[in-house]
């Protein structure tokens, strides 16, 4: 790879990082990675193994595919959200149901 697709990688887990509200150390203990290690990927300064990339991929709930090269595909959106309900426990899915199902139901009525 490039330095310029390593800066690019870092900057999509960084920008994702930020919208999770966590810091670098929390990111990479979630990831159970090193936090040196989980800083140069964000910098652009290290590549990552495969192994790292699943576990970054599943921390950041990101494809690796837009993790690699900044796109996706059209299942991308429903992806995402399977990854974040992936990590519910039961109570939290329900209440996504429910959620789901008022935002729905408030949809139908507005058109």
């Known amino acids: 790879m490039t330095k310029q697709e390593l800066i690019a990688i870092g900057q999509r887990l960084r920008q994702q990082r930020n919208r999770l509200n966590l810091t670098r150390e929390q990111f990479a203990e979630l990831a159970d990675i090193g936090a040196g290690y989980y800083g140069q990927i964000e910098v652009g300064t290290s590549q990552m193994s495969i192994d790292t990339l699943i576990k970054v991929s599943k921390t950041s709930r990101l494809s ?5 090269f900044g796109e996706e595909d059209g299942t991308s959106d429903l992806c995402a959200i399977d990854a974040m309900l992936a990590h519910c426990s039961p109570r939290e899915l329900r209440l996504a ?3 789901l199902q008022l935002f729905l139901l408030r949809g139908d009525l507005s058109d």
């Open 64 to 68: 690796m595919e837009y993790i690699l």
């Open 97 to 99: 149901e429910k959620v």
